[in-house]
Structures are given as structure tokens and as C-alpha cells.
């Protein structure tokens, strides 16, 4: 009886899945998606003029790419200070996935002075609204989310990184930034992403439903996703490359993969993931994005 109280209190949670096969042959990991999504789109959102492209841009395909995000001169304050920190600070904590090593350090265990250019970034006023529209709610302290992140491309054949199979994050919308700082090519491990993917469709709903009840407990959480799949759904996969200074949002709820790069290339952005505490309680009042 606890074990399946306990189920039941996840329902209305962001847990990526309630770990009950019962639960979810009775179809809770559709009804928790869709739910999800119906709130979320339900909350109304105020958008400045001079974004609402870009805000209507993420929200239709699910990514946002902006190159030359921020003038060419605070650019390069950014990334003497993130080179700075890379070259003299002990603090990055490494994982590796696969044959690649990801390097990350929390700004917020910066000290502020050594990054002030990188924190004036994380309250950009542009950056900031159009994470709260596509959050629906409001976005604050940015940089308590933030990381610099270095990521290594090690050799293929040393094994895979599950980063580099395509995969939805989780079944409600929620959303990553990448402030790339070098230049990001095919032998980088650029993100991939399936554009539209967000946005859920009957035939998705019918691969969430057999991947939660056929899940085993030491499986990833997180849904991949197959060629028949993408095959069935006619979804094509969108590569990016892009230029140092461009800016990344992407709702993670859509189909997206790192792809596997070349051995000894690096990359190096400012990261943030940002995912509501409880997508089943999100504010019902108007997230007003004005000054």
C-alpha cells in the first residue's frame, strides 16, 4: 500500500515518470502529458513587440536561434572571463558520457567580481522575458541556473554517450540555453534537434504510452526516441551550427540529441536549464512581460 501511495502522490508531479507499471498500463504518463501541456497553454502570456517574433518562433518550432546575440565587444569581456576561469579554477566538476568529458561550473559559486560581464548576460532584459513567455512564469535569478560548461569530444569507439541518442526530456515543457563562446561545427558535438517535436501529437501520446509501461527500473528516464519512429511522425532532424556569440533555446520536451563530434575538439557556452518545480501548478494569472 505505501508503494502505490506513493505513486499516486507522483501523479501530480514533475517527476520524469511514476515508476508503477500498473499505473501506466492504465495510460497516467499520457494523461500527466497532456494535462501538462493543457495548463501550460492555457496560461496567458504578454509579449513586448520587439520579441514577439522571437518568443512566436520558439513557441511554433519548439528551438531559438540567435546569432550575434550581444555586441561583438561584451562578447569578448564574456569570453575573456569564462577562458579565465577555465584556465585557473580547480572548481569545474567533470562527468564523463561516453568518450566525452562535460565540464561544468555553477556561476553562482563564482565570485561576482571575477564575472561581471558574464552576470550583466544573465540579466539581459531580452533573454529573461522570453524565458519567462516560454516558461510561463516568472524567470528571476538566472544566474542561480546558469553553469560554464566545457564540453570535450572524446573517441566514438571508446563507448556511446547517451547524450547522443535522440530523446525527449521530460512530458511537459521545459527549456535549455546555450550561450555558445566558440564556434560550434559538425566535429563539436552540436545539438540536434526535431523541430515541431514539442508539440504532441496522437501518434506520440501511443510511443509514451508503451515506453511507460514497458520500462525497466534501471532505464533512463528520459524517452528515447527510434527511427520508426521519426519515420512515422515524417520528423527530420535539424543539426546546429552555428557562430560564437549566438545564442540557443530549446524546449527539451522535443525530440533533441548531442551529436558524437570529433576526438580532442571543445566547446565551451554559458548553459542553463531551467524546469518548473510542478508543471500542474503553474500560475493562472497573465505573466507580464513588460519593463
Known amino acids: 500500500m505505501a508503494k502505490r501511495g506513493s505513486s499516486v502522490s507522483r501523479i501530480l508531479s514533475a517527476d520524469t515518470m511514476v515508476r ?9 504518463q499520457v494523461f500527466r502529458a497532456v494535462a501538462a501541456r493543457t495548463l501550460y497553454n492555457r496560461v496567458p502570456v504578454s509579449v513586448e513587440d520587439d520579441l514577439r517574433e522571437k518568443c512566436n518562433e520558439l513557441e511554433r518550432e519548439g528551438l531559438l536561434v540567435w546569432p550575434d546575440f550581444l555586441p561583438s565587444h561584451e562578447f569578448e569581456d ?4 569564462c577562458h579565465n576561469l577555465l584556465n585557473g579554477s580547480s572548481n569545474f566538476r567533470s562527468r564523463n558520457s561516453g568518450p566525452n568529458t562535460d565540464s561544468r561550473l555553477p556561476v553562482k559559486n563564482i565570485d561576482a567580481d571575477l564575472i561581471p560581464f558574464t552576470n550583466r548576460l544573465l540579466t539581459d532584459r531580452r533573454l529573461k522575458l522570453i524565458l519567462a513567455a516560454a516558461e510561463r512564469r516568472d524567470i528571476d535569478d538566472l544566474a542561480s541556473l546558469a553553469k560554464i560548461e566545457h564540453l570535450t569530444q572524446g ?5 556511446l554517450d547517451p547524450q547522443t541518442q535522440l530523446h525527449s526530456d521530460i512530458f ?3 527549456h535549455k540555453v546555450w550561450y555558445y563562446l566558440t564556434d560550434v561545427t559538425a566535429e563539436h558535438g552540436p545539438l540536434c534537434f526535431v523541430k515541431g517535436s514539442h508539440r504532441i501529437t496522437p501518434r506520440q501520446l501511443l510511443h509514451v504510452y508503451t515506453h511507460s509501461w514497458k520500462l525497466n527500473e534501471e532505464d533512463d528516464r528520459s524517452r528515447r526516441v527510434t527511427s520508426a ?4 511522425n515524417a520528423f ?3 543539426t546546429l551550427i552555428c557562430r560564437r556569440n549566438t545564442l ?8 533533441h540529441r548531442r551529436r558524437q563530434g570529433k576526438a580532442g575538439r571543445q566547446r565551451l557556452a554559458i548553459h542553463l536549464e531551467l524546469r518548473a518545480k510542478n508543471p500542474f501548478q503553474l500560475a493562472q494569472t497573465s505573466t507580464a512581460l513588460m519593463n
Open 20 to 28: 508503477s507499471k500498473t499505473v501506466n498500463l492504465l495510460g497516467v
Open 78 to 81: 564574456i569570453l575573456r572571463e
Open 155 to 159: 573517441l566514438g569507439e571508446e563507448g
Open 172 to 174: 511537459f515543457n521545459s
Open 229 to 232: 519512429e521519426m519515420a512515422k
Open 236 to 238: 527530420d532532424e535539424t
Open 248 to 255: 540557443v533555446i530549446a524546449n527539451t520536451c522535443g525530440y
